[in-house]
């Protein structure tokens, strides 16, 4: 029976202090998430929890 190869998970980038000034002027733009996510390269999901646990709204429902 041959071996199963394990999938190689992408690496978490950490955020950088530029990187959450750049989310706190977006937030305060109002800027979709949609955009924010395409501009700054990650995920909806990543954002909003980044948002989340900054405190900051983020996205339509504030």
Request: charged share 30%.
């Amino acid at each position: 029976m041959a071996k199963k190869t394990k999938k190689a998970k992408p690496a978490r980038e950490p955020y950088t202090a530029s990187d959450i000034k750049i989310l706190k002027a977006h937030s305060k733009a109002r800027t979709p998430v949609s955009k924010v996510a395409k501009t700054m390269k990650r995920t909806e999901g990543s954002l909003r929890q980044k948002a989340l646990s900054l405190g900051i709204g983020l996205g339509h429902q504030r």
